[in-house]
């Protein structure tokens, strides 16, 4: 008899190994509800466009995770667990998609030529796009394997191969955005409290470089603990699971927050190109004819 099958052995170690600890949870599903909340309000301050909407969508799917994992605190069952386990692993990777968006749109902004293909934004775009969705399915799939007796070992083999994915795709898109970064013809939008075109850039790409990293070491934790197994060390380490999953997406969001993007994404901008003077950014109705920005010939 599996202990799955087992009447006597407590429902919570079953799923967890451990007892999973209480007031933990609680806090994280607070914490992430004003974090989602502060976006929200941040969002509707700065007018940001609608793609940027995932930030706190993210947050509150965290929250939520947390609920069934309070839930599962006094009263584990399989749909809790289950629901808890999709909540907790695959929403953090919605964060990813975010700051592929912001450097799409950079390039695609900034119409400049690239050299290669692969930095053509209408690539960048789907390619990361589809790689993330891609690893967003494989995850969400081997989730719900897990929960299974006979289909443990598929998935935690699924949910490796889409972690594997997403940690290549990471490591490609942290070169993309550090050589935009770099090259001078890539601008954003100046919002009201950037100094400079430079502050602003640095800002966006700050924001993007920096939770790129954080996921990408929230992502080599989870292939350790999916690689060690169920029961295994890392997995029967709730303690691990809190600083290297709770806390590390915490501190992206504080990213988010402080460098907040939206600020440089408002509703009705784009870029326009001058043939002397590089790259300027107007505010204007998305309908308007075009506009020519140069030293010569002021609007």
Known sequence: MSDFDNPDIDDRLKYFTYKPVNVAPEISLAVYFIVGSILVWQMVRHRSQRWVAILPGTAFSEALGYVFRTVCVYNTTFGMYVAMMLFLLVPPNALALVNYKAVGKIMRDSRAQPRWFWLKPGFVNWFYFGSD????????????????????????AVVLVGLIVQLFFFACYLATAFYVWWRPEYTVHVSPSDVSHASAKRRVMLAVTLTTGILYLRSIYRIAEFADGYGGKIYSSEWAFYVFDTILIFIAFIVYIVFFIGRNFPRGTEVTRAPSVGYELQQRPVDSSQLLVSKDHPV
């Open 133 to 156: 969705v891609f690893s967003i399915c494989m995850q969400g799939a081997g989730g719900g394997m897990l929960t299974g007796t006979n289909t443990r070992d598929a998935g935690r």
